[in-house]
């Protein structure tokens, strides 16, 4: 699994720093989301595919490794 972010799409919403927090931070000034692993390992996978499923800007990528 490959996770990428796109920092313009993100509102600050949060949900996926609740969800993944060893996989996402938000900045301190303006709560844009910060990938913290782009490549996390298989316990994380579930949980890092609902926080791109539920974040509200859409910002959040995930491709399979082939």
């Known amino acids: 699994m490959k ?3 796109d920092e313009g ?4 919403a949060g949900t996926c720093v609740m969800l993944a927090p060893d ?4 900045r301190d000034d ?3 989301v910060i ?3 782009e490549r ?3 316990a994380l996978h579930g949980v890092v595919r609902e926080a791109a499923s539920v974040c509200p800007g859409v910002a959040i990528s995930v491709s399979e490794d082939a």
Not at 9 to 12: E, I, R, S, T, V
Request: charged letters at 25%; proline letters at 5%.
């Open 30 to 32: 303006d709560g844009i």
């Open 40 to 42: 996390p390992g298989e």
């Open 23 to 26: 996989v996402f931070d938000q």
């Open 3 to 5: 996770v990428t972010v």
């Open 35 to 37: 990938l913290l692993d």
């Open 9 to 12: 799409k993100c509102c600050g």
